[in-house]
Structures are given as C-alpha cells and as structure tokens.
C-alpha cells in the first residue's frame, strides 16, 4: 500500500501438510499449526485486504481437492481446505456489493519441491505422485498459474464470483 497506494488481488496460497496414520498421532500443535497456516492465514490476509480494496479488487485462494474427497492420511490438511471452500463462497457473497470477487483453484496433485521430502511419503510413493489422475501426472506449479490470471482478470471473469476453479487433471469432483 505504501509503495504503490492501493491493493488489487489477494492470492492467499499458503499450506502446511503433515501426513498421519490415525487421528491419534495429531498432536494439538500440529492440528492448530495446520489450521493457523491453511485457514487463519486466509482470514487474516483477506480481512487485511478487504480494508484497502475498491470495487474490481479480487480474492483468490487456492486449496486441494482433498476438500471434497477427504484424505485419510491429511486429516487436518483436509479440514482446513474444505474450511477454504466454505469461506470464500460465503465471502463471495458478503464482498459482492463492494464489487470485489472472492474464488478459488481447487488444485489436484502438484509437483514441488516438497514432494520428495514428504516424511509420510515412501521414495515409491513420491515416484507414483499425481499418478492416480485421469491425465496420468501431476500438475506442475505454473499450470495452475493461468486459472489464477483468469480469475484475477476483470476482462476474462467479471462475472464469476463464489466460485472454485478445478486444476486437477480430470479428477470430477462435486
């Protein structure tokens, strides 16, 4: 805001992931780490937001497909993603008549840097990563950025509000 006076779009991307076995092994620090990276983040950051935008500003978040399907080893993760869902199409709706947009992508697998160093993960696990997609792969970091650019553009989305993009390889999801 300093620099350049005025805030346009919000991409909040932030995650934290820990895969476990059983609600048990969950420690309450990493139930409320897990919460505080995935959700909190993207409260704090869109109501930071909300107080300097003007009516074209846009939101968008992006959160996993485990939001629909659930994951049985990324019980919180999931949560916390289905929590992203529920709270941009309700902020959609209060951020409409100040004319600024609220969706989301809802990514399938992606390949970071990450992946490799997943402690949940076995070495074969990572090698099938993404592998489970009808398209057979992963996703690669800058395929998502386009759906983002899309929703950012008042030329290409003005008219879309409340919504989650899929970026997941084919994968259907209600």
């Known amino acids: 805001m ?3 006076g005025r805030l346009d779009i919000l991409v909040s991307n932030a995650a934290y992931q820990q895969r476990k076995k059983n609600i048990e092994d969950i420690t309450e620090e990493e139930f409320d780490k897990t919460f505080r990276t995935d959700m909190y983040a993207y409260f704090y950051l869109a109501r930071a937001a909300l107080r300097h935008m003007k009516p074209g500003g846009v939101i968008i978040a992006t959160r996993s497909m485990t939001a629909i399907r659930g994951s049985k080893a990324l019980l919180d993760y999931s949560s916390t993603k289905g929590a992203i869902n529920s709270f941009t199409k309700s902020l959609a709706l209060q951020s409409v008549e100040r004319g600024i947009r ?3 992508v809802a990514a399938g697998p992606v390949w970071t840097p ?3 160093s ?6 074969e696990q990572v090698a099938q990563f993404g592998k489970s997609t009808p ?3 992963p996703a690669q970091p800058e395929e998502l950025a386009p759906a983002c650019v899309f929703l950012a553009s008042d030329a290409d989305s003005s008219f879309i509000t409340g919504t989650i993009l899929h970026v997941a390889g084919g994968e259907i999801a209600g």
């Open 114 to 116: 990450l992946n490799p």
């Open 118 to 123: 997943d402690a949940g993960l076995s070495p």
């Open 2 to 4: 300093s620099e350049l």
């Open 102 to 104: 609220v969706n989301a």
């Open 135 to 137: 398209m057979g792969r």
